[in-house]
């Protein structure tokens, strides 16, 4: 079973910066090989897509988080990144990783536990 593990929530000031990382935790099934969103869910609200990447590096954002998010791979270290800069206090939410790998017909949709952000204002 194909987990994913993100690292790297915590709390900071606003207009301060984390960046959040994400794996998965089989040595065989590398994240290189699968499109990764980046979702978050604040008390009380829906989960929402903050920013995604595909395998060959193209990459959206919620308007949200333009200009201050940046989403990002290192095929070399298996991890995706997401740097947050400028965070501010409606940044606070648990953020999860989200992967989706595509062989042919069939696709997989892999989910990380999350992990807390929280801005301080």
């Known amino acids: 079973q194909v987990q994913l593990v993100e690292s790297g929530g915590g709390l900071v000031q606003a207009g301060g910066s984390l960046r959040l990382s994400c794996a998965t935790s089989s040595s065989i099934l590398s994240i290189n090989a699968m499109g990764v969103g980046w979702y978050r869910q604040a008390p009380g609200k829906q989960r929402e897509l903050v920013a995604g990447i595909t395998t060959g590096g193209s990459t959206n954002y919620a308007d949200s988080v333009k200009g201050r998010f940046t989403v990002s791979r290192d095929n070399a270290k298996n991890t995706v990144y997401l740097q947050m800069n400028n965070l501010k206090p409606e940044d606070t939410a648990v953020y999860y990783c989200?992967?989706?790998?595509?062989?042919?017909?069939?696709?997989?949709?892999?989910w990380g536990l999350g992990t807390q952000v929280t801005v301080s204002s």
């Open positions: 989200n992967a989706e790998l595509v062989r042919g017909q069939l696709r997989y949709n892999y």
